[in-house]
């Protein structure tokens, strides 16, 4: 289930998908610091490809030892079925640099995550894959988590949410409505699913100065610390 | 001139643009880059058809997927085979540099970098694995990054990255005999806590920081990431041009001299602010051991294991009944003559030549308890080759341990080596979180001498107390 669009069958970087506005179910996952090897566990980062995650996520969480579903974890319950927003605790995403975690939180349907807080490379990569991270206070975290709760968990019904990335804003149109912060920069890039490379390339000149201030500073004109290392 | 931190010294140096909308574009001086982080990375070049645009500052080796058993073998899981060779094509075609599998100098990146002397004062280093803060040890500002940046530092040689605010852990006093480096840096972290650093690049300072050799060093900054730090730092001194003089790749004659004369300026200057300090007195720092799936989880040895009704909130009470469940463990009991299964030495945190030492130190003489697996897995083949020219394999084997080839091994078991489930180890690694060692495993981090005393014992054991047990101990280790 919840294989995403945007995966494609290519090994190496796909269409970033524009995030502008999105609805959708929500999962929540109220644990603090869940670390990327949980979302990834390391026996599925031999692949060479950007796809093919997904059905692995959260893997020794979602299944038994033996294969089987684990009816206990909360992606694994009805009303989490076709989530597109998870909701987690603090530190989310801590540990490993593996890129990985995204690409399989993304593949398996996921949009957007809100959290507390998020560990910083976790963050980055989040906003390479257009992949919305939301940080919210941990009071409407704690809030959201009560609303899942009440109109998801109990009743069997679906919480959903709407992100607004262009009004920076959270809504879940009963009474809940949050702003959130974002770095000019990243937002740009969600919005328009820029390439980085690309933008960064628009600077090349630049660069080229830069590199060319190095070379100068090898021969001593320059102030700068320490140069490229010369090839033995 | 306003007074700046050695962070902000770096920073400036490497700036190459701003871009009004927050982050600045950074030049790369040494990008390493291994087999896990980069295949995705490379491909991305191929379908867009660019090259490696500085091959010359890029530099690969194999670690995270590599058997660490008879190097004469073919390796036996395909699919990480496959992975290796992908690493080997793209080294052949992007005419970047690699460590293989056949290299006496093939480690852990974070082991070779420094050995080869290509991590260097004031450079800005990247690498697509998170314990990248290692190379701040040398004054560098040295980040981890995920598979996209790599492909772009590939593309551009820049990084983009917004500008981190800063912490200074200073830490004052001497530590006690027994406590070593992972000690301090396990007990910043269990004080601080694991998300204690987020958004910050730490410059550790003080008595009990300058007082330790470059490898020490490099086990500080290695764990900056488990306190949530991108990078950690320490002003370069004697002691770190005394490490990188004459190696492989430092500068040599005028360029030496000139180098260490620009060096000498990667000091915060006296009155330069950080946006936050913290203080350790590691004169009150006990070896320390994880109790539970989190770096943080850490106390004393001489310490037990807290009950979850002690802690102030919710959260913390849940998180910590799981990570007790997991581990298998009751409040209250003490974590000194905790029985264990298995034994770690190695890992880019503690897979040095020092550690290697102060762990044969503890061993020489003894044998590992029955029905304890134990293995060293050094940091790089150069290692392993000083070990043994020292005579330290001889120890360990004798002793009961498997010694075996360079690897990230069981820090992470993507290779064959792991626990099984229910296995508890003392480990001289990183992290303890669920599974990370193997499904089911159960992680105790620790420093090498006390990894060491508990696989002789067979329970986790204050290495302090060991030491007083033997008889011409003292002696040896004075001579």
Known sequence: ?232 | MTPRTLFRKVWDAHVVHRFPEGPALLYVDLHLVHEVTSPQAFEGLRQAGRRVRRPELTVATVDHNVPTGDRALPIEDPVSARQLDALAANAREFGVELFDLRSPSQGIVHVIGPEQGLTQPGMIIVCGDSHTSTHGAFGALAVGIGTSEVEHVLATQCLVWSEPRTMEARLTGTAGPGVTAKDLILALIGSIGTAGATGHVIEYTGDAIRALSMEERMTVCNMSIEAGARAGMIAPDETTFAYLAGRPRAPTGAAWTRAVEAWRGLQSDPGATYDRRVTLDAARVPPQVTWGTSPGMVTGVTGAVPDPADYPTDDERRAVSRALEYMGLEPGTPLAGLPIDRVFLGSCTNGRIEDLRAAAQVVRGRRVASGVRAMVVPGSQLVRAQAEREGLDRVFREAGFEWRNAGCSMCLGMNPDILQPGERCASTSNRNFEGRQGRGGRTHLMSPPMAAAAAVAGRLVDVREWAWEREGERERAAS
Not at chain 1, 116 to 126: G, M, R, T, V
Not at chain 1, 145 to 159: M, T
């Open chain 1, 1 to 232: 289930m919840g294989v995403g669009e945007g995966g494609g069958a290519g090994a190496g970087r796909v269409v970033i998908e524009p995030f502008v506005r999105h609805t959708g179910a929500v999962a929540a996952l109220p644990r603090a610091d869940v670390d990327t090897d949980q979302i990834i566990p390391k026996q599925f980062l031999k692949r060479v490809e950007r796809t093919g995650f997904g059905p692995a996520l959260f893997y020794d969480w979602r299944f038994r030892p033996d294969g089987s579903l684990n009816p206990a974890f909360e992606l694994n319950r009805p009303e989490a079925q076709g989530a597109t927003i998870l909701v987690a605790g603090a530190n989310f995403g801590c540990g490993s640099s593996r890129e990985h975690a995204v690409w399989a939180l993304s593949e398996y349907g996921f949009r957007a995550i809100l959290a507390p807080s998020f560990a910083d490379i976790f963050y980055a990569n989040c906003c390479q894959n257009g992949v919305l991270a939301v940080c919210l206070s941990p009071e409407e975290i704690a809030e959201l988590l009560r609303r899942h709760a009440a109109g998801g968990g109990g009743g069997g019904g679906v919480y959903r949410l709407s992100i607004d990335l262009a009004e920076q804003r959270v809504e879940d149109g009963a009474g809940f409505a949050a702003r959130f912060a974002i770095e000019a920069y990243r937002r740009e890039m969600l919005l328009h699913g820029l390439d980085e490379i690309g933008r960064t390339l628009l600077v090349d000149s630049e660069i080229a100065a830069f590199e060319c201030g190095m070379r100068n500073a090898e021969c001593g004109i320059d102030e700068r610390p320490s140069g490229p290392r010369e090839r033995s």
